[in-house]
């Protein structure tokens, strides 16, 4: 990258992989994000956690570029997002809502993916993963809720990426799967990748993450490890405990 394309303000963000600097977003006169601001490091599992309708998805979308009219500044890995384009493959996205080709095969989606990334050596691994042998020619329609999600995870992860961005990335998944793939996120985090989760699963991710948003109301509640966030709050003994605490205390709607 070219050092002249960095203000001085953005030599710090180098050390962190995704930074929001009074970030703001409105649909409309809705606010939907309110002066956000934080930083995640490098290299971790980010849980970001809040309601329907906090915030959250809209973040996600802010990262991605989905969303380019938010007021303010965000960072990846030390350069502004609005710069990244689609061939830098920065970013790895599964979607909380699942998108196929229904006209292709489990295999063929494989072959198809990994031939456009040129990423075919991941592929015989990622169906051992996630057990897909048996589905290889099956169609979309054809699969189980579970087995949706795993294809839909596969074709994510067969991105070559620095960023995985998982939103609600285990439904459908029975307890087993659940288990494979809070493994192969502990695996790409120690790879070097880092993670951001988002989900209502709480329970899945307190002992998984590394790293937390908590988000409320298009306000940023509470951020830093669970120990830093418990210090403050005494009272609380798990993450949920401590999300419905600070969602409880936080600012109203405008």
Same mark, same amino acid.
């Given at each position: 990258m070219d050092a002249g394309r960095f203000e001085r303000g953005d030599i710090m963000d180098r050390t962190n992989a995704?930074? %929001?600097k009074k970030v703001n977003k409105y649909y409309n006169d809705f606010h939907a994000l309110k002066d956000i601001s934080f930083s995640i490091?490098?290299?971790s599992i980010v849980g970001l956690i809040g309601s329907n309708?906090?915030?959250k998805t809209t973040m996600i979308k802010c990262i991605l570029n989905y969303y380019d009219d938010y007021l303010g500044e965000i960072t990846i890995f030390g350069e *502004?997002? *609005?710069r990244i384009v689609q061939e830098d493959n920065t970013f790895a996205y599964i979607p909380d809502t699942a998108v196929y080709y229904e006209e292709l095969t489990v295999n063929e989606h494989l072959d198809f993916i990994?031939?456009?990334? *040129? $990423? @075919?050596?991941?592929v015989e691994k990622l169906i051992k993963d996630f057990e897909l042998d048996s589905h290889l020619n099956k169609f979309p329609h054809e699969l189980s809720k579970g087995n949706k999600q795993k294809l839909l995870i596969c074709c994510a992860l067969l991105r070559d990426y620095k960023l995985l961005i998982a !939103? @609600?990335? %285990?439904s459908g998944l029975d307890p087993r799967q659940i288990n494979n793939l809070r493994e192969k996120f502990i695996e790409l985090k120690n790879k070097g990748? $880092?993670?951001i989760l988002s989900t209502h699963l709480l329970a899945l991710i @307190?002992?998984?993450? !590394?790293?937390y948003l908590m988000i409320d109301k298009g306000n940023l509640i509470g951020v830093g490890t669970i120990q830093e966030i418990l210090a403050k709050t005494p009272n609380c003994k798990n993450l949920e405990d401590l999300y419905l605490h600070l969602s409880e205390d936080g600012e109203e709607d405008e």
């Open positions: 995704v930074s %929001f490091p490098r290299n309708g906090s915030g *502004k997002n *609005k990994s031939q456009m990334y *040129k $990423t @075919e050596r991941k !939103d @609600e990335p %285990f990748n $880092t993670i @307190e002992n998984l993450c !590394d790293y």
